[in-house]
């Protein structure tokens, strides 16, 4: 099961907004296991969850902080 604190998980949208790309292709990377920052899970024929790990996305942006990137 995917975690859901709030603390160490980023959402989809949030994540693609820093990286100035469509939430729809951040999915599609993480579908294919294209970003170190995160996973997809197929959890029936049609429906996915995604996790996005808050600290590993803002390492992967250069190594800045949250805060710094904001």
């Given at each position: ?36 920052f995160g996973t997809a899970i197929q959890t029936s024929k049609r429906r ?22 904001l």
């Amino acid at each position: 099961m995917l975690p859901h604190n709030r603390k160490e998980r980023l959402p989809v949208v949030e994540a693609a907004e820093h990286l100035g790309i469509n939430p729809q292709l951040l999915r599609l990377g993480l579908q294919q296991d294209r970003f170190p920052f995160g996973t997809a899970i197929q959890t029936s024929k049609r429906r996915w969850s995604y996790y996005v790990n808050r600290k590993k996305f803002f390492e992967y942006l250069n190594g800045q902080n949250e805060r710094e990137a904001l």
